[in-house]
């Protein structure tokens, strides 16, 4: 591959913007001095001052443009990842959806598929299940007939499928056997969130202390805080484990999103988007997993219910959210969809900052802070 390089930026390194220039060459990053010299013909991209961060990587989606993981075939997989790298998302975990056995195998084979014929667009680094050891009383669109006791050698089996490569898991500590079950996921590779659940503090804490290492969609789906009983969620807010937040207003109060980021530090929040295959799409009926589901500007809520049920958000608008919810630069937001994902699913050695050495998964931010060009793996993504 021949060496690409990117001229007058300000690039986001060690948590804030340098003039840097960026040498980019099979795949991978090297970071040189603004004004290093560019071999005579050598391709630069000059992006005029503009800001380059690292990809944003989303470790809890359900679909976009018009599919949803549960049921989609390798290619579908290829379309979600095309309309994530186009808002700035270079690396994601597919998130499944509680299902049958058969249906869950269905889809990591498939994952297995779409990684063998992978294009250069947003990496797909590997599966989420979201269930199915999940608490009935908090199942939010969980279908409730699928939901199931901690099963070790179930996991075991879904992880030796996707060989290896279920990464991440949300669990109930409530739920008979998923305490136990913590420090064996981990050992097989899978990092433990808790999540759609009613537990109480010191079961929770229990589970946090055994390995959980994050709060799926904190605040939604779970028990909230009371003074005499802090739940999970006065477990997740004093322990250090890592907090996803859905920034799109609707998830979470931006007083909320102010308090969670103040409580939990900037190094302990994820900004995910939980979306579904309505994302990219207008208002209508769309499903998730064996749910219909129906949105309304913008917000995605079951048919049957009105409860709500993902979002319809992209990682670039959370960006542009967090500083407006927050008031604070974007120099110490960018951690959230960058470096703490990478960090919490263990790929921190080669994604989520812009280091020597490491993938050359880009975003070029206009004055406005939308995204002007992305790079994954080192090619430039065709518009």
């Not at 021949?2 to 060459?25: A, M, P, W």
């Not at 290829?78 to 998302?89: D, H, L, P, V």
């Not at 994952?111 to 009935?136: C, D, M, N, R």
Request: net charge negative; with cysteine.
């Amino acid at each position: 591959m021949e060496e690409l390089y990117i001229v007058n930026g300000q690039v986001y390194i060690d948590h804030r913007f340098q003039s840097k220039t960026l040498k980019l060459v099979q795949g991978r990053l090297q970071v040189l001095e603004a004004d290093a010299s560019i071999p005579e013909g050598a391709e630069a991209v000059d992006v005029s001052g503009k800001k380059v961060v690292p990809g944003f990587i989303d470790i809890h989606t359900h679909g976009a443009v018009g599919v949803d993981v549960n049921g989609a075939t390798a290619e579908d997989l290829e379309k979600i990842s095309r309309f994530f790298a186009g808002n700035g998302t270079t690396s994601w975990l597919c998130s499944v959806l509680t299902d049958t056995v058969e249906q869950t195998e269905w889809c990591i084979d498939q994952f297995k598929a779409h990684k063998a014929g992978e294009q250069p667009t947003s990496e797909l680094l590997g599966i989420h299940l979201e269930g199915p050891f999940l608490a009935v009383e908090y199942k939010g669109a969980m279908p409730e007939h699928l939901l199931r006791k901690g099963d070790l050698d179930l996991l075991r089996a879904y992880q030796e499928r996707a060989e290896g490569n279920v990464r991440y898991i949300t669990v109930s500590p409530e739920v008979e056997g998923v305490v136990d079950m913590i420090p064996a996921a981990k050992k097989l590779g899978i990092v433990p969130a808790i999540g759609h659940s009613g537990a109480d503090y010191e079961t929770s804490m229990e589970a946090i202390q055994r390995g959980a290492e994050a709060a799926t969609h904190t605040f939604n789906a779970m028990g909230l805080l009371h003074q005499h009983r802090p739940a999970i969620m006065g477990a997740v807010l004093e322990s250090d484990v890592y907090c996803e937040m859905i920034c799109d207003g609707r998830h979470l109060h931006p007083g909320v999103v102010r308090l969670l980021v103040k409580t939990k530090r900037l190094d302990r929040v994820v900004a995910i988007t939980d979306s579904i295959m309505a994302a990219g799409l207008p208002d209508g009926n769309y499903h998730l997993g064996v749910n219909e589901v129906v949105v309304e500007d913008g917000d995605a809520k079951l048919a049957s219910t009105g409860v709500r049920a993902g979002s319809t958000l992209t990682q670039d608008a959370a960006l542009r959210n967090l500083m407006a919810f927050t008031g604070r630069p974007m120099e110490e937001l960018l951690p959230a969809l960058t470096e703490n994902p990478a960090r919490l699913i263990g790929v921190f050695d080669r994604k989520g900052s812009i280091a020597d050495g490491k993938d050359a998964d880009l975003v070029v931010l206009d004055e406005d802070n939308r995204v002007d060009l992305v790079f994954t793996r080192g090619r430039l993504l065709e518009k």
